[in-house]
């Protein structure tokens, strides 16, 4: 109540027009509920669960909550985002604006109903535009997995595009010159960067993009099996293969077990991993890794520090990826595999008789 009434005096109103504003009633002119939100972030006003001050935080999905084809992303979040909130003992909350805001209510007057101190928001690229504007209500948040130009957006990401590039200058290095791309039809910012990675060091090293390389695939298993098929199925195939998702790294290992194309033997592939995925293939893929758990923990820890009042906490970070060489890569062929439309091998051609 004594926030409310800090609230109340700022903007020249009652208590009881502060409490219904905050609750978002119907009867509270625009400009002055604007006025009280402006208020109650700049006091630090938090919603109370009778005499105590709440210690929730939302884990917001502006979208869809569920994402299938991410893999272990969405668990390994979560599991970091759990073990970050014991320190300073807050708890976690589920929230989906799709399904429970109402479209009058600002961001602040949603999440003060819901009785939340502050936000994590996981976003993708469509409802980017919501973490701004939560952002610019300056309401306490967090968004995990992605980055913004804009300052009031606090973030916790990690940037895949200069390990991606390393992990493509791995293939070159072996002698690889013909190397697919299977990326995720979703352009979202982390598989425009491994994109950028990819077409980075094959101009570095002189070599021209080809198009027909370049797959977009659901980032799933079969999204990953198909992008085998596909790019062994062209003429010219290449021979080595970089995946932008764990799953579909996993589904292209499988298709090629399939049609006994030997890895690396046969076809080299890098793939990407948000967990510990490649440590249950054989064999053990080369990988780009990012630990999504930790990025959970981080942006978690670091939030509730932050209300706690601990000084000097940032809130915009990037923390780093990591390149590991397994035994999924190796020199290139003597000659690429191409499987016809059957799944039977392309023959050799025959050479000629003198």
Not at 20 to 42: I, Q, S
Not at 152 to 161: A, F, L, P, Q, T
């Amino acid at each position: 109540m004594s926030s409310v009434r800090a609230i109340a005096e700022r903007v020249g109103v009652s208590v009881s027009t502060v409490s219904r504003a905050l609750n978002n009633h119907p009867e509270v002119h625009p400009d002055t509920k604007a006025k009280v939100l402006e208020a109650a972030n700049k006091v630090g006003y938090s919603p109370t669960i009778g005499k105590r001050l709440t210690t929730v935080i939302g884990l917001v999905y502006p979208g869809a909550p569920v994402r299938p084809g991410y893999g272990d992303f969405e668990s390994s979040l979560l599991a970091g985002i759990l073990q970050g909130v014991n320190e300073q003992k807050f708890d976690v909350k589920l929230v989906s604006l799709e399904r429970d805001k109402d479209p009058k209510e600002t961001y602040t007057q949603f999440f003060m109903r819901k009785g939340l101190r502050a936000v994590i928001v996981r976003t993708f690229e469509e409802t980017r535009n919501v973490c701004e504007e939560i952002a610019a209500e300056a309401f306490p948040h967090i968004v995990v997995a992605d980055h913004f130009d804009t300052p009031s957006v606090n973030y916790m990401w990690s940037d895949s595009k200069d390990d991606s590039r390393r992990a493509v200058r791995h293939l070159i290095d072996l002698g690889h010159r013909r190397i697919g791309l299977a990326v995720h039809a979703i352009h979202d910012t982390d598989h425009r960067d491994r994109l950028r990675g990819y077409r980075e060091a094959l101009a570095e090293a002189g070599i021209e993009v080809d198009p027909e390389l370049i797959v977009e695939i659901i980032a799933h298993f079969e999204g990953g099996a198909t992008a085998i098929s596909r790019l062994l199925g062209l003429p010219n195939p290449p021979t080595a293969v970089f995946f932008t998702d764990p799953l579909a790294t996993v589904g292209g290992m499988q298709r090629c077990q399939e049609l006994s194309v030997r890895i690396p033997d046969d076809l080299s592939i890098v793939g990407f991993d948000d967990s510990d995925t490649r440590q249950h293939t054989f064999p053990t893929f080369t990988a780009v890794c990012q630990d999504a758990r930790r990025l959970g923990f981080e942006a978690t820890l670091r939030l509730t520090r932050s209300l706690c009042g601990y000084p000097g906490v940032k809130l915009r970070e990037t923390l780093p990826t990591m390149f590991e060489i397994n035994q999924s890569t190796g020199p290139v062929p003597s000659k690429p595999t191409r499987i016809l439309p059957s799944g039977a091998r392309a023959p050799e051609p025959t050479k000629k008789k003198r």
